[in-house]
């Protein structure tokens, strides 16, 4: 069974930087294409990040050039490096495999002054 733990979200101000991790396992990661998504309070969930298990990574356009999105095959472990966050940006960030496994608890990032 595939088990996605979500880490590293917080209250940090506009113009702010955050790191998030995923840890995985249960499944065999090293040749797995992997995603970040959010979900804003009354919005559905939006893919804004994916990477393939040959680390080609792709955006939403709203976070192109500001989030980047990182993997250690070997750790088992996925990242989303965060910059110039925005109030816009403000959800419960998950991380999962394609296809979709059983979403985790996710982490919350909050932008805010």
């Known amino acids: 069974q595939v088990q996605l733990v979500e880490s590293g979200g917080g209250l940090v101000q506009p113009g702010g930087s955050l790191r998030l991790s995923c840890s995985v396992s249960g499944t065999r990661f090293s040749i797995t294409d992997m995603g970040w998504y959010r979900q804003a309070p009354g919005k559905q969930r939006e893919l804004v990040a994916t990477i393939t298990s040959e680390r080609h990574a792709n955006y939403a356009n709203s976070v192109k050039g500001r989030f980047t999105v990182s993997r250690d095959n070997a750790k088992n472990t996925m990242w989303l490096e965060m910059n110039n966050l925005k109030p816009e940006d403000t959800a419960v960030y998950y991380c999962?495999?394609?296809?979709?496994?059983?979403w985790g608890q996710g982490t919350q990032v909050t932008v805010s002054s």
């Open positions: 999962n495999a394609f296809p979709n496994e059983k």
